[in-house]
């Protein structure tokens, strides 16, 4: 059974960049490759909303108000998703969680979350 655990979240000053970690155990490579594979976010009171995501088909997918200044990445190696998070407002601050869609069949595995804080 697939498990996934983040780190790197913490409190950074606007226009700082934080680096988060998701490290999934259990996960054959061909899941790790094949499937939706990528980071949510979500305040309190409101939905999860997508991130940054890879696809599953080689591409990947990113929120609009990412605006080029996230980047998702993957080691299949250590089977760990990265998400690079460059020039961070305080609108950014939300618990962050890595996500999982094995062959996009809907049995989808979710991490713990990373609080990622911005504020002067």
């Known amino acids: 059974q697939g498990r996934l655990v983040e780190s790197g979240g913490g409190l950074v000053q606007p226009g700082g960049s934080l680096r988060l970690s998701c490290k999934t155990s259990g996960v054959i490579l061909s899941v790790f490759n094949g499937s939706p594979l990528g980071w949510y976010r979500q305040a309190p009171g409101k939905e999860r909303e997508l991130v940054a995501t890879?696809?599953?088909?080689?591409?990947?997918r990113y929120a609009d108000f990412v605006k080029g200044r996230f980047t998702v990445s993957k080691d299949n190696i250590k089977r760990t998703v990265y998400l690079q998070m460059n020039s961070l407002e305080p609108e950014d601050t939300d618990v962050y969680y890595c996500?999982?869609?094995?062959?996009?069949?809907?049995?989808?595995?979710w991490g713990q979350g990373t609080q990622v804080s911005v504020s002067s």
């Open positions: 996500h999982l869609n094995p062959y996009s069949s809907g049995a989808e595995y």
């Open positions: 890879f696809d599953g088909r080689g591409g990947t």
